[in-house]
């Protein structure tokens, strides 16, 4: 009788521990904060359905602006992680625009790479009604400011993402190679008047 009873108080004991361990997961499962800055993992076809669907955006603006459409690809994929992010989901702007004079915006916290590391920091972003606005008003940003002459009259994606950097376009210290990486990587040279290819 004895030995039943200490085996129905072990198998009691096993029980309630899993049944507590449990539960302490499932707890702090639900009490988890969601990280909202979670990479979305695209497929292959996914990224280049979103390639199509920039790419005569690209190609038109670099007719009206000669800066490069495989540049502005690599830009569009890089800024809005392959068009996944909220800003150009939800209000067209494909390059992480800032806003400025009375142009409609939308504040929204963002990450600069400041003082060797990444900080995050609220910016008014410019809202823009359709993708080419967007495309259009990037291109413009280099058209209209001296410092980015280079990059309009880059002859190659290569000395145009080099531009980029020279005149100090973006904070993160890879994104020259970033830019030229999924530039060949995804063959966007293509999209390049004139291009003859790689």
Known sequence: MKKNNIRKLVIISIVSFCLLFTGYKIINLIKAPINNNEQIILSNEDKENFIKKVAPYAVYVQKKTHVLASIQIAQAILESNWGQSTLSKKYN?????????????VIMNTEEYINNRYVTVKAKFARFDNIGESFMMHAELFTQNKRY???VNASNYIQAAYALKNAGYATDISYTHKIISLIKSYHLYKYDQNSLGE
């Open 93 to 105: 702007n494909y390059f992480g625009i800032k806003a400025s004079g009375t142009n409609p915006f």
């Open 149 to 151: 002459e280079n990059v």
